[in-house]
């Protein structure tokens, strides 16, 4: 399908591996000029190799987006090797999970750096050009657990819905510019992060049961929805969150 957005520059951090990096592979397929970061370079770099195989420009940044000193050296790096991005893809490892009686001070700030600053200085950083520009897509992947609470998953419960706060009431300060913001929530999806989180057979299980598709998301299932919200055609789709989840949310119980 032609999404219109042949030629223009797309950052996509976390793009090594998972929902990201599949993200990056339905955007290389639209023609668009890629920058793709995480902080491991050696996958970074296979990633980057890979996705030339669609015959477009790709370069590969080395960078911690959880702190302001990785965000900004990141942007000067993509705008110095490709220009401006056109449009953004925001996402990053999960916080680690933890009780909400028990995670300390020290695990709170640190989700919040990651999660939601993360997501904050990235639009910050990108949003003025795309202003000038007339033209601008943002997308965060966040998680179903901003509809849905998981269990001891208290930072990203917490500083996801954040995110969607904040993607909101940026969508309402920049629509009438060409910049749609917008909000991708994958449910469980078959990546490294879901084997972290549910290693063991039994877990797995049990989390299958209560998926009413009664199987995992593919990352490119959760991709679709990124890239057609970073589409020509998503013009008028913004401050919204598409649930890429499998009827979890809403279920019928
Ligand atoms: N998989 C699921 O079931 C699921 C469900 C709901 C929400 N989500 C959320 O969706 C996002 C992507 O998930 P995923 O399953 O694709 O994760 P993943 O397979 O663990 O991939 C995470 C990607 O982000 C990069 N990354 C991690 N921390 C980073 C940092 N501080 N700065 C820059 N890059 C960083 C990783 O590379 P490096 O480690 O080399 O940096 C990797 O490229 C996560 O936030 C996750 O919590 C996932």
Redesign the pocket.
């Known amino acids: 399908m032609d999404l219109k957005i042949e030629g223009r520059i797309a950052l996509v ?9 599949a993200v990056a592979e339905g955007l290389a397929r639209e023609g668009v000029r890629l920058v793709v ?4 370079a050696e ?2 770099e296979a990633a980057a190799e890979d996705l030339r195989r669609h015959g477009g420009e790709v370069h590969a940044v080395v ?4 702190t302001a000193r ?1 965000v900004r050296s990141l942007l000067d790096a993509a705008r110095e090797r490709v220009g401006p991005p056109d449009v953004l893809v925001s ?4 916080p680690p999970p933890g009780r909400p009686s028990a995670l300390d001070d020290g695990a709170w700030a640190k989700g919040f750096e ?2 939601l600053m ?1 997501a904050v200085r990235l639009a910050r950083g990108v949003v003025g050009s795309m202003r000038e520009r007339g033209w601008g897509r943002i997308v965060n ?5 901003v509809r849905q609470p998981v269990l001891d998953l208290t930072l ?1 419960n917490a500083f996801r819905s954040g995110v969607t706060a904040f993607a909101r009431t940026l969508a309402n300060e920049v629509a009438g510019e060409g910049v749609t913001v917008n909000n991708v929530a ?4 078959a ?4 084997e972290e989180l549910f290693s063991d057979d039994y877990a797995r299980a049990r989390l299958l049961a209560t998926i009413p598709a009664k199987r ?1 998301a593919t ?1 490119d299932e959760v991709a679709a929805a990124a890239v057609f919200l970073c589409s020509q055609g998503a013009a008028y789709v913004t401050g919204q969150t598409i649930l890429v989840d499998g009827g979890v949310v809403g279920s019928v119980t």
């Open positions: 951090t976390g793009g090594s591996k998972g929902i990201g990096l970061s995480a902080r491991g996958a970074l960078a911690d987006v959880s990785g996402n990053a490892g999960g990651l999660t993360s992947v966040t998680s179903l657990s990203s994958p449910g469980y999806t990546t490294a992060r879901l995992f990352p």
